[in-house]
């Protein structure tokens, strides 16, 4: 089936740094969404994005639509230790409601 | 007050049984979703519920069988488990069925001896 292909698929980084992870799809979406999972919880939203081109932010994270809709990028500014988790992309593709998560970025914060 | 609320958390049992996770959302949302994370953390979809009726089933053995008595409530009933059920189930809600903003609950970690 469609799979969201995220990179990198996982990250070591020190408290402070900045932060880029990107999601990309052999088809078209409509709709860009990134979620993000605490370890033992269910993922929760972080962005949405429905226009390509669009570039949203919230908070320290700031999230793009890729132009050709078949990418979509997220940044995240100063890291702090609270970031650590399991970071999604998902979208539903043109024309069909069921929405489909990517493979996940985990970040690490290295004391 | 809990949004999104599963039970049980955790679920420990033996190959063959038969379980029950429950889950009532209190959103207010009209559509419910099943989804399965396995030990990769991938997450997929399993059974969607618009108003109680389904709207989406996936390629899903016919021992996991959904029930939405109405529609603030999607349970999931699995028959005859087998190991490789083991995996972290969650339920989820939304307002509509084309939009992509999910509300979760915590996960329903079954473990199947």
């Known amino acids: 089936g469609q799979q969201l292909n995220q990179s990198p698929q996982s990250m070591f980084i020190q408290e402070g740094e900045d932060v880029s992870m990107n999601c990309t799809s052999s088809?078209?979406?409509?709709?860009w969404l990134w979620y993000k999972q605490d370890p033992g919880e269910g993922p929760v939203l972080l962005i949405a994005?429905?226009?390509?081109?669009e570039l949203t932010s919230n908070g320290r994270l700031t999230a793009q639509f890729g132009i050709t809709r078949k990418d979509s990028f997220l940044n995240i500014s100063a890291s702090i230790p609270s970031d650590v988790g399991i970071y999604f992309c998902?979208?539903?593709?043109?024309?069909?409601?069921?929405?489909?998560f990517g493979t996940g970025t985990r970040l690490t914060i290295i004391p | 007050d809990t949004a999104v609320s599963q039970t049980p958390k955790y679920l420990v049992t033996q190959m063959g049984n038969d379980k029950s996770i429950k889950c009532e959302q209190n959103?207010?949302?009209?559509?419910m979703y099943w989804y399965k994370q396995d030990s990769k953390k991938f997450l997929k979809i399993m059974f969607s519920?618009?108003?109680?009726?389904?709207?989406i089933n996936e390629t899903v053995p016919n021992r996991f069988s959904p029930k939405s008595p109405d529609k603030a409530h999607l349970n999931l009933h699995i028959n005859s488990l087998e190991l490789g059920d083991s995996a972290v189930y969650f339920c989820?809600?939304?307002?509509?069925?084309?939009?992509?903003?999910?509300?979760f609950g915590e996960g329903s970690r079954l473990t199947v001896l």
């Open positions: 989820a809600s939304s307002q509509g069925i084309n939009t992509g903003e999910l509300f």
């Open positions: 088809s078209i979406f409509n709709t």
């Open positions: 994005l429905y226009k390509a081109g």
């Open positions: 998902a979208g539903p593709r043109t024309g069909n409601e069921k929405l489909t």
């Open positions: 959103l207010g949302h009209d559509t």
């Open positions: 519920y618009n108003n109680k009726e389904l709207i």
